[in-house]
């Protein structure tokens, strides 16, 4: 066998495990703020209402170079409306929680996830007391992503995984909700999947607005965790970031835009 | 007629025992390890990889896939490049369970050997770098923030050619610390296919 041959199969049998070797679509992984994150005794507060609590963490991202901002622009001018630097579409964000029924009875649990995008922040607590203006009735939370509340018998662990589907499902809502005014219970309740309206039911396609915008990425994921026992809510936020956005070198300055709190139209009594 | 036949298959007897007792002294060896190729040599492995200490509590053991490239300097004494690829599912009991986790290894190491006939039992060491594919493990606080660190040990293995010159077969276990993953190590355990050119 000469020696270019001999060379050639050595390097073939090695190529498949060059290939393997390869971060490709490699995801991050942040740790929820303190573990475990959330803690609630199961009391009720004051005014009767199961116990919750909250807390979140913001992704940090570097800011577009220049040449990456001139495509921006070039891209909204040619859409006629902000086109977000961070996008659903090359930031896929998938959430992991583990709960823990820490009391001697068992209890009901439920999370919901809010968050921000670089346009607008949705914070169920605002809108539940919104909607709660004007009256005594208990305040009802509509989450960006609800996780279905279930019971945990006593000193049980369960794990669960809020999707990329499902981050996606959010993404496309408070797009709608922040940037084209879309009616937000309507928007939260529906399910694009099974009903996919979207964007285009509320914005006309005229040649100004395109059916497919482009949609922001959430860039703060707030966990909301509800509990009438003692329990223990751990999370992890896990980010595939397609276009390396994330900021990782000390010499790019981070991406810090300012979203607005969103506020749904007070109810008012007739 | 019957005593001429006799006597001519008498003698013919006699001259194949005279040819017999011609042949070399020495006895026939086989298999001859003489024969079996020898110097440059690419393996194939297949197999397992589990990780014990603080690795351990969270990372389950995992399929790995691998490759070496050696060349044997004597018929006992061979140095190997070796690189291996392993995936992981992080264990229940935290909060990324479930999630997977890939580390690919490369190591420079030497191997003794020690023939017998067919068969062979090798022990073999050395140094290298480990990576893994993500901050999972950062994330449960397990390792320090960086994914890549030093890698060392050894370990030992059972090779039985297959007398088609070229050919071998084995099973190896190394055992090695892992420097990335601080108070971690790991075991693999692996059957190969070897080809010397």
Not at chain 1, 237 to 264: A, G, K
Not at chain 2, 71 to 97: K, P
Request: hydrophobic share 40%; aromatic share 10%.
């Amino acid at each position: 066998m000469s020696g270019a041959r001999r060379l050639a199969l050595v390097l073939a049998a090695f190529a498949p495990l060059g290939l393997a070797c390869q971060d490709l679509n490699t995801p991050i992984y942040f740790p929820g703020p303190v573990m475990p994150a959330l803690v609630l005794t199961g009391m009720p507060d004051a005014m009767g209402n199961t116990p919750r609590i909250e807390n979140g963490l913001t992704l940090q991202f570097r800011n577009p170079t220049q040449s990456e901002q001139q495509a921006l622009d070039m891209q909204a001018a040619t859409l006629g409306f902000m086109v977000p630097w961070i996008q659903r579409d090359h930031v896929h964000i998938e959430m992991t929680y583990q709960v823990t029924n820490t009391d001697s009875k068992d209890g009901t649990w439920s999370i919901g996830v809010d968050g921000a995008n670089e346009f607008t922040k949705y914070d169920e607590n605002i809108v539940a007391m919104t909607l709660g203006m004007g009256n005594n009735d208990p305040p009802q939370y509509i989450p960006l992503i609800p996780v279905t509340p279930q019971i945990l018998k006593a000193g049980q662990t369960v794990s669960g995984t809020v999707r990329e589907d499902d981050f996606n499902e959010a993404e496309l809502d408070l797009y709608g909700i922040g940037e084209w005014m879309s009616p937000f219970n309507a928007v939260l309740i529906n399910n694009s999947q099974v009903n996919p309206i979207g964007i285009a039911n509320y914005v006309p396609p005229t040649s100004m607005y395109p059916v497919q915008p482009v949609i922001p990425a959430l860039i703060e994921i707030d966990v909301n965790f509800t509990a009438d026992a003692a329990m223990t809510c751990s999370y992890a936020i896990r980010v595939r970031d397609d276009d390396n956005q994330l900021l990782h070198n000390t010499t790019d300055t981070l991406f810090s835009p300012t979203p607005t709190l969103f506020v749904p139209p007070a109810m008012t009594t007739p | 007629m019957a005593a001429l036949a006799t006597s001519w298959l008498l003698a013919g007897a006699s001259v194949a025992r005279a040819q017999v007792t011609a042949e070399p002294a020495g006895a026939v060896v086989f298999p001859d390890p003489n024969k079996f190729a020898r110097g440059l040599y690419t393996e194939g492995e297949i197999g397992a990889v589990a990780f014990f200490g603080k690795a351990g509590e969270v990372v389950s053991p995992g399929f790995a896939v691998g490759a070496h490239l050696g060349y044997d300097i004597f018929r006992w004494l061979a140095l190997q490049a070796h690189v291996l690829g392993s995936t992981h599912q992080i264990s229940d009991g935290n909060v990324l369970a479930g999630q997977l986790i890939q580390t690919y290894q490369a190591t420079l190491e030497g191997k003794l050997t020690l023939r017998f006939g067919q068969t062979s039992i090798f022990g073999e060491g050395g140094i290298g770098v480990a990576r893994l594919s993500t901050n999972a493990l950062y994330a449960l606080a397990v390792e320090p923030r960086y994914r890549v660190g030093f890698t060392a040990g050894g370990g030992a293995g059972l090779d039985y050619h297959s007398l088609s010159r070229h050919f071998s077969v084995g099973l190896r276990g190394d055992y090695l610390v892992m420097t990335n993953l601080s108070g971690s190590q790991e075991l693999l355990a692996t059957t190969y296919l070897r080809y010397t050119f």
